[in-house]
């Protein structure tokens, strides 16, 4: 499609330029290129992708033969689908995401499963987040428990930019606050001690390991939502030694990790004085995330 490759003289029908897309993407090396080829059309004409079967022999009009020919290129400089759509589903509900924020991922589900399991529903439970990103986390939390308050942190301007409009349209401002800095300390003082949960899902890959990345990851996630020093666990370090100054007495922290590290962040929360560790695997079986509580 684009001027130089694509045919211009006939006409481009739904099914001509989904298989078009799908043989481009396939050679720019897109994973599931046919599958993305009919969610980017589908995108391109604000319509449902079931629609395109329906309109197989339409030709596309000319606004959306724009759009689909800005969209194509930008996924074959392999720029995540969730930036070009806008937006990314977790926990069966819709986040808006874009360049800047990490799009959310399936394991990070595991980490929403394993807090709840934390959280009653009878009182009220005080949560922080450490690097809520799109907010995907803080937001999933209050939608799923009215009880639950979350103060999150970011360090990230545009984390703040799109946790801010999913915090408003999944309309949980009244349990969610966010703010911008670093780790705890742009917290109020006052809730030193005061939280029942800390959670967070840290950057955690090490540094050299970014080379052997999807360029969709390496190239256009941002760094600071990635990468954390030498082995990957910088922040997570420093979470762990600093969360019993934030804790109740028997407060809890689960963590989201790489499977690798799964074992040593158990070993660095029993080090900081936890008492019960446990790892879970997410949905594909990985160990995933590490819990610990106080008492
Ligand atoms: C792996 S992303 C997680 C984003 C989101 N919570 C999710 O699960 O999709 C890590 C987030 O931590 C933020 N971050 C990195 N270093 C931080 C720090 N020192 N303090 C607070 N946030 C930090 C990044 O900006 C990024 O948004």
């Given at each position: 499609m684009?001027?130089s490759?694509?045919?211009t003289?006939?006409?481009?029908?739904?099914?001509r330029?989904?298989?078009w897309?799908a043989?481009?993407l396939?050679?720019?090396?897109?994973?599931?290129?046919?599958?993305?080829?009919e969610?980017?059309?589908?995108?391109?004409r604000?319509?449902?992708?079931i629609?395109?079967y329906?309109?197989?022999?339409?030709?596309?009009?000319d606004?959306?033969?724009?759009r689909?020919?800005e969209?194509v290129?930008?996924?074959a400089?392999r720029?995540?689908?969730a930036?070009?759509?806008?937006h990314?589903?977790?926990?069966g509900?819709?986040?808006?995401?874009?360049?800047g924020?990490?799009?959310p991922?399936?394991?990070?589900?595991t980490?929403?499963?394993?807090?709840?399991?934390?959280?009653s529903?009878?009182?009220?439970v005080n949560?922080?987040?450490?690097?809520?990103?799109?907010?995907?986390?803080?937001?999933?939390?209050?939608?799923?428990c009215?009880?639950?308050?979350v103060?999150?942190?970011?360090?990230a301007?545009q984390?703040?930019k799109?946790?801010?409009e999913?915090?408003?349209s999944?309309?949980?401002?009244h349990?969610?606050?966010l703010?911008?800095?670093?780790?705890?300390?742009?917290l109020?003082?006052?809730t030193?001690?005061?939280?029942?949960?800390?959670?967070?899902n840290?950057?955690?890959?090490?540094?050299?390991e970014m080379?052997?990345?999807?360029?969709?990851?390496?190239?256009?996630e941002?760094r600071?939502?990635?990468?954390?020093g030498?082995?990957?666990?910088?922040?997570a370090?420093r979470l762990?030694?600093?969360?019993?100054d934030?804790?109740?007495e028997?407060?809890w922290?689960v963590?989201?990790?790489?499977?690798?590290?799964c074992e040593?962040?158990?070993?660095?929360f029993s080090?900081a004085?936890?008492?019960?560790t446990?790892?879970?695997q997410d949905l594909?079986?990985?160990?995933?995330?590490?819990?610990?509580?106080?008492s």
């Open positions: 684009s001027d490759t694509a045919p003289d006939d006409v481009w029908t739904v099914q330029i989904l298989q897309t043989d481009f396939r050679q720019k090396e897109v994973e599931s290129p046919r599958l993305e080829a969610l980017l059309l589908a995108h391109a604000k319509c449902q992708r629609r395109l329906t309109d197989f022999e339409t030709p596309l009009a606004d959306e033969r724009a689909m020919r969209f290129k930008r996924r400089g720029e995540p689908l930036y070009i759509t806008g990314k589903e977790f926990y509900r819709d986040f808006a995401v874009g360049s924020v990490l799009v991922r399936p394991e990070t589900e980490l929403i499963d394993v807090s709840l399991e934390h959280i529903k009878d009182h009220a949560v922080c987040e450490v690097g809520f990103g799109s907010g995907c986390i803080a937001v999933t939390l209050a939608k799923q009215s009880s639950v308050s103060l999150a942190t970011d360090v301007r984390a703040m799109f946790a801010t999913n915090v408003a999944h309309e949980v401002g349990q969610v606050t703010y911008e800095g670093d780790g705890f300390s742009p109020p003082r006052e030193a001690g005061r939280f029942d949960g800390i959670v967070s840290p950057p955690y890959i090490r540094e050299d080379a052997t990345l999807s360029p969709e990851v390496a190239v256009h941002p600071e939502a990635l990468v954390s030498a082995d990957g666990l910088v922040l370090r762990i030694a600093e969360a019993c934030w804790l109740t028997d407060g922290m963590l989201e990790v790489d499977p690798a590290q040593t962040v158990a070993e660095l080090a004085g936890f008492a019960k446990a790892i879970h594909s079986g990985n160990d995933r995330v590490v819990s610990a509580e106080r």
